[in-house]
């Protein structure tokens, strides 16, 4: 299951870094966070090597496999997801 679920997310995470890398990006997210086409293209290839790794484990049913490699992808998507979003930075306030 853990590795179904792993698969699932690594080509739909992998298919948006693909289109995202075709587009330049703003402000924030290329010139502030370096999320470039490049960038994006790296994070679909990580994802594709993850899925692979998910569908190895789920052939060969590595159940336990899965879990601690969907732990650690989990934190890739969520620095992937949170990279070009822009936040609130200490430099911005209102002047004083």
């Known amino acids: 299951m853990w590795n179904l679920a792993g698969l699932t997310l ?3 995470v992998s298919a948006i870094a693909f289109v995202r890398s075709r587009a330049q ?3 924030y997210d290329a010139e502030v966070y370096a999320m470039t086409p490049a960038a994006h293209r790296r994070y679909a290839w990580v994802s594709l090597a993850f899925g692979l790794f998910f ?3 789920w052939l060969r049913d590595f159940s336990t ?3 601690y490699a969907l732990a650690v992808y989990a934190l890739i998507v969520i620095v992937y997801a949170t990279s ?3 936040g609130a930075h200490e430099d911005e306030g209102d002047g004083s």
């Open 25 to 27: 990006g703003g402000f």
């Open 10 to 12: 690594c080509l739909a």
């Open 55 to 57: 569908a190895i484990a």
């Open 65 to 67: 496999a899965g879990v």
């Open 84 to 86: 070009f979003l822009r």
